[in-house]
């Protein structure tokens, strides 16, 4: 099993639909919802690391999501030995720049 905690960023008009959604999602619990921000910690379970960022790519998705990253990871139980970024990853590492957002630097 292994988990990760991830940084959730919605407009407020949109922050309540936003948690429904998360809540719904198998595996996603909702810990702590700011409203003055918009920003909602989530913890994530999953089998393996290909199961975690399968649900990062879906909470990314979500309608009304701003912003979502993974901001920690914890490997209880996984059984596959890695001896390098696995491919889907070192992909979006690519496309994607790492850049923190201006309101998150408050």
Known sequence: MNLSGILVS????????????LRALEGVEVHQVEESTGRIIVVQEGEGIRDEMAGLRLIKSLPNVMMAEMVYHYIADDDDV?????????????????????YLND
Do not use: D, F, N, W
């Open 82 to 102: 890695y001896e390098g970024i696995p491919p889907e990853l070192a992909e979006q590492e690519q496309s994607e720049p790492c850049a923190v957002p201006a």
């Open 10 to 21: 919605a407009k407020s008009e949109h922050l309540a639909t936003v948690v429904e959604s």
